[in-house]
């Protein structure tokens, strides 16, 4: 069993480490400056509204059709669809209130519709065009993905809670097998929902359901100390020590420890090992690498590269050992 791993066993970030983050897009500026530098609200503020002006951000925000979908689609199989380039606005902290966000968000709300997808949950064929954006589709795996945008940019997404809440699991999991008879829970669709009713309580959303839903699911991870068998203290898979972004879909330890950051959860002994994980990954100079990159059609390219040091991998891994050491 792995033992609490003190404070001082983490280093804090070199000069050099901090200097290289911010040498990079508003994205990550604006995370490095309040969530490692501790820099006033009104300075974060300002580097947080430039995302929608520069870099990444805004390459993104251009790349909209005149349908208000990114890639044509709600979603595809690759990662430019306007599900996908939601998500990556929402991890860049794009503000909902900036009027770039309203005006974007609005067409996707007032126009981009679900192929196929009755209200209910009926397939109709490919030529029905069917429920909004935010009324979400079936499986939860996606569904979690759409409510963590929506809730995010402030969109109703009562269908989406009204869905996940009925399909939790006797084990506090989601799995998007589960219509197929699976009764054990997915790391990957878990995180997904986890994500998607952890935006919605920031987002000042209040239901007694949906807290004890997620809190249900974070145990599930929790009790699994984020990688392990219940069962047999085996490694459920070995991928998910390899850390990525953006994950999409894919669970990865990372992003457990993320998620457990942001929900505010106090640490305890179940996360020593996916913290020590995360710090033995700390190269020689302070940085962490991109460890996988999910082949596919991005809308923008990163800058970032499989095997090289990542800004986004070393900003999260950061701050999760902050989180921890706290």
């Not at 984020?226 to 669970?251: C, K, M, N, Q």
């Not at 100079?285 to 809308?299: F, H, K, Q, V």
Request: charged share 25%; net charge negative.
């Amino acid at each position: 069993m792995a033992t609490n791993p003190s404070k001082q066993q983490f280093p804090k970030p070199q000069e050099s480490v901090i200097q290289w983050l911010l040498d990079s897009d508003p994205a990550i500026r604006w995370q490095v400056m309040q969530d490692l530098l501790g820099a006033s609200a009104a300075e974060v503020a300002a580097e947080r509204a430039r995302v929608a002006t520069e870099g990444w951000g805004t390459r993104l925000l251009a790349l909209q059709g005149a349908d208000g979908s990114w890639g044509g689609t709600a979603f595809n199989q690759g990662w430019d669809s306007t599900m996908h380039v939601l998500s990556l606005l929402r991890e860049m902290g794009l503000d909902p209130a900036s009027d770039a966000a309203q005006r974007a968000v609005g067409l996707v709300r007032d126009q981009v519709r679900w192929q196929g997808w009755d209200w209910d949950g009926t397939w109709r064929g490919w030529e029905f065009v069917g429920n909004p954006f935010f009324a979400g589709e079936v499986e939860p795996c996606i569904n979690g993905q759409v409510g963590a945008s929506g809730a995010y940019f402030g969109q109703d997404i009562q269908r989406i809670l009204d869905l996940l809440l009925g399909e939790q699991l006797p084990d506090g999991g989601w799995n998007c097998e589960a219509e197929n008879g699976s009764t054990r829970s997915s790391f990957h669709t878990t995180i997904c929902v986890l994500e998607a009713l952890l935006e919605y309580e920031l987002a000042g959303g209040s239901s007694a359901a949906v807290t004890e839903a997620r809190l249900r699911g974070q145990e599930y991870l929790l009790e699994r100390r984020l990688l392990r068998r219940l069962t047999t203290g085996e490694v459920i898979d070995p991928a998910w020590t390899r850390f990525s972004f953006p994950t999409w879909w894919h669970y990865d330890v990372l992003r457990g420890l993320e998620y457990l950051r942001r929900a505010g959860v106090t640490p305890d002994e179940r996360v020593a090992e996916a913290i020590e994980l995360v710090e033995s990954k700390r190269d020689s100079d302070g940085r962490w690498s991109l460890e996988t990159e999910y082949p596919g059609t991005r809308a923008v390219e990163l800058d970032e590269e499989e095997g090289r040091p990542s800004r986004w991998t070393t900003l999260r891994a950061l701050r999760v050992l902050d989180w921890y050491g706290e």
